[in-house]
């Protein structure tokens, strides 16, 4: 009888085991991998994808015509060339606050403004994966801005928590926004600002590349938008870059990272997108 007992308590620890929550780095490796891609701007680019050998090396040149030339920069281990001599106080503050070490603003189009309420857990999850890239020494060349950079980005962000994954909703919103900035993308640009209060994810931004021109399509539940998609044809859209009648994505949407989107997740985002107001692509 003791024996019995005995047996069922090592099934239930294993079973806690099993079930624990992932470590900081299994989160930053899915986030990186999936979602949250810094490498979409930070890994340079060859016709095939990501450059792998240099994942988050930088130089990779995002340019808004009069407003600014924008390089990625080396975001590796890297001590001379790279983030290699930064804290992980002033990695996070790089993150969400848009300041350097030596109290400089990160310009543009990195989208501080919506990593400002990424959760102290999945930041301190992404500092854990770039500790853990290969270091590479990559000089970058430094970016140039013809608009004035603000002196900062809003107060210091203290602590943020976690959006609970039960409220599908508000987590997609949470996967969509801070995490993975689709909807920076997905909305219209106003004097400069993204329309976030108007036209939250009607489309209509441009982006020319190597590709060519690309504009980012209208994500609203309106009929310029996904209203003829059903879910299994938006999964589809968003993680392989493919549309309902066969058409392939084009760049910048970071289609080579969103094919790693968990089930979950992207359950979570089409149902925050499925509830957006519906708008007409401008
Ligand atoms: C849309 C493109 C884009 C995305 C996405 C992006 N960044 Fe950046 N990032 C930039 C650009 C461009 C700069 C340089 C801006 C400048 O020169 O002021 C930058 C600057 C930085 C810097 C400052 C490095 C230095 O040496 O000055 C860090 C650190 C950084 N990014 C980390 C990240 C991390 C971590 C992520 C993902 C959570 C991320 N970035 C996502 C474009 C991006
Ligand atoms: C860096 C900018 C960028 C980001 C980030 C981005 N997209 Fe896109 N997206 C685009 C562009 C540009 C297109 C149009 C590509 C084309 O026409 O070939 C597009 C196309 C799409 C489409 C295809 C719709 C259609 O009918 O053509 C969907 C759906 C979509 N994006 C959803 C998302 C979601 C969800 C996310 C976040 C997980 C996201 N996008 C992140 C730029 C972006």
């Not at 620890?13 to 929550?21: L, W, Y």
């Not at 988050?56 to 990625?72: D, P, S, T």
């Not at 900062?152 to 039960?166: F, I, K, Q, T």
């Not at 969103?258 to 359950?267: F, K, T």
Request: net charge positive.
């Amino acid at each position: 009888m003791r024996i019995r007992i005995w047996i069922v308590a090592i099934a239930m620890s294993q079973n806690i085991s099993v079930t624990a929550a992932e470590t900081l780095l299994e989160r930053g490796n899915y986030l990186m991998k999936s979602i949250v891609a810094c490498g979409n701007c930070h890994t340079p680019q060859t016709p095939k994808g990501p450059n792998r050998e240099m994942e988050l090396a930088g130089q990779f040149l995002i340019e808004v015509k009069g407003a600014f030339k924008a390089f990625a920069p080396n975001i590796t281990p890297d001590k001379e060339t790279g983030i290699g001599n930064w804290t992980d106080q002033q990695i996070i503050n790089a993150i969400r606050e848009g300041k350097r070490p030596d109290g400089t603003i990160i310009g543009p189009p990195m989208p501080i403004g919506l990593y400002r309420d990424l959760s102290d857990r999945d930041t301190k999850a992404i500092v854990a994966y770039l500790r853990q890239v290969k270091p590479v020494r990559n000089i970058v060349k430094k970016s140039k801005y013809n608009i004035p950079l603000p002196p900062s980005y809003g107060p210091p962000v203290d602590n943020v928590a976690e959006v609970p994954r039960s409220d599908k909703v508000a987590y997609g919103a949470y996967l969509a926004g801070p995490a993975g900035h689709c909807i920076e993308c997905h909305t219209p640009m106003v004097k400069g600002h993204p329309d976030f209060k108007n036209q939250l994810g009607a489309g209509g931004f441009r982006f020319e590349g190597p590709w060519g021109l690309s504009v980012s399509a209208n994500i609203t539940p309106h009929d310029d938008g996904i209203s003829h998609y059903n879910d299994a044809e938006l999964a589809t859209a968003i993680r392989k870059g493919i549309r309902p009648d066969g058409s392939r994505l084009m760049p910048p949407m970071g289609i080579a990272y969103y094919a790693n989107i968990s089930n979950d997740d992207i359950s979570a985002i089409i149902a925050y997108l499925r509830q957006l107001k519906p708008k007409p692509t401008p």
